[in-house]
């Protein structure tokens, strides 16, 4: 998988679009288009105090889904394809804010989920140029950024959504946050120097100005 695959973020659901489209479709145009129709429908609704809202923004991740997914298991060696992740980051993040927004989800709220999907997705770049990837496991537990998407709009219909809000920034900060840290741990133990003082100090009895005469003594 290329570093701009990994980047999308894509969970089981569009990976297995991209499997089923064999990878054909170009992912700029689509990933464009399905910014388009998110804009679109989130500017129909929901309307502001009410719980469901109009459908056309209840049904926007599932539009964004069939849009960008087939595209994910494509090469992503376009010129200009290194602008899907950013595309679909501003797709995602803009949907929670909005949705929280429009919803009455407390603020502090929406900027903690957004807080933690942010430092999910920088470690994920990080490590990733760094040579060590995200496991697969870490990936499609993170649900995705469509899985993450139709798991707030599926629950603010059945629940209150600050309630979805806390969960899901709950349940990423654990899985993300705990695997990250376990990994740099483990690197920082197999990369670390250790130095023995005894040999330093031994080899260092010669310099200086009383080193120069105990070597002329």
């Known amino acids: 998988m290329t570093g701009v695959r990994t980047y999308r973020d894509d969970g089981p659901l569009s990976r297995a679009l991209g499997r089923a489209s064999g990878g054909r479709l170009p992912p700029l145009p689509v990933a464009a288009l399905a910014a388009a129709a998110a804009a679109v429908l989130l500017a129909a609704g929901p309307l502001p105090g009410t719980r469901l809202g109009p459908e056309p923004a209840v049904f926007a991740p599932l539009v964004v889904l069939l849009l960008a997914g087939p595209a994910s298991e494509n090469p992503h060696a376009g010129r200009l394809d290194w602008l899907v992740p950013p595309i679909l980051r501003g797709i995602e993040y803009g949907y929670l804010a ?92 197999a990369g670390a120097v250790t130095i023995d003082l005894t040999k330093k100090l031994s080899e260092g009895v010669g310099d200086g100005p009383h080193g120069e005469r105990e070597k002329k003594a």
């Open 98 to 189: 909005v949705l929280g927004d429009a919803r009455a989800v407390p603020a502090p709220l929406v900027y903690v989920l957004l807080t933690v999907l942010a430092l999910h997705h920088y470690d994920a770049a990080y490590r990733t140029r760094q040579g060590r990837r995200p496991p697969r496991w870490v990936r499609l537990a993170g649900l995705g950024w469509e899985g993450r998407m139709l798991f707030t709009a599926f629950a603010g219909a059945f629940a209150p959504l600050p309630f979805a809000y806390a969960a899901l920034a709950a349940y990423l900060g654990v899985l993300s946050g705990g695997e990250s840290a376990a990994t740099w741990a483990r690197h920082g133990r």
